[in-house]
């Protein structure tokens, strides 16, 4: 019903940045709550980031606030994760998530999506 798609990752020197999309297909978009996780070497997806429909909600986990952003365009169907100053520690594989439905323990829940892409790696070297 939905597919996301990401792109953006790379590698990247530790204090660069790298911009995230993602470009949902289906339904209409502007619906969606979208979100970033990322899933370090080893370890469990943790919640990143995340954008209300009309995004005027954003949050993000304490490790990343003041260096990344989350935005998003309804017109092309694609949320973003501006990441500034990045850090080795940033190194995983990134995916975005939405969901339509307001539900408990959204944003920073995995199980508060519904559908996801197949990730995007970033590697910060340091």
């Known amino acids: 019903q939905v597919q996301l798609v990401e792109s953006g990752g790379g590698l990247v020197q530790a204090g660069g940045a790298l911009t995230l999309s993602c470009i949902a297909s289906g339904p209409t978009f502007s619906n969606f709550r979208l979100g970033w996780f990322r899933r370090a070497p080893g370890k469990e997806r943790e919640f990143v980031a995340a954008i209300g429909t009309n995004g005027g909600n954003t949050y993000y986990t304490d490790s990343v606030e003041g260096r990344f952003t989350i935005s998003r365009d309804n017109g092309k169907n694609t949320v973003f994760l501006q990441m500034n100053s990045l850090k080795p520690e940033d190194t995983a594989d990134y995916y975005c998530?939405?969901?339509?439905?307001?539900?408990?323990?959204?944003?920073?829940?995995?199980?508060?999506?519904?559908?996801w892409g197949q990730g995007t790696q970033v590697t910060v070297s340091s």
């Open positions: 998530a939405a969901v339509r439905r307001l539900r408990a323990l959204w944003p920073t829940a995995r199980a508060a999506y519904d559908y």
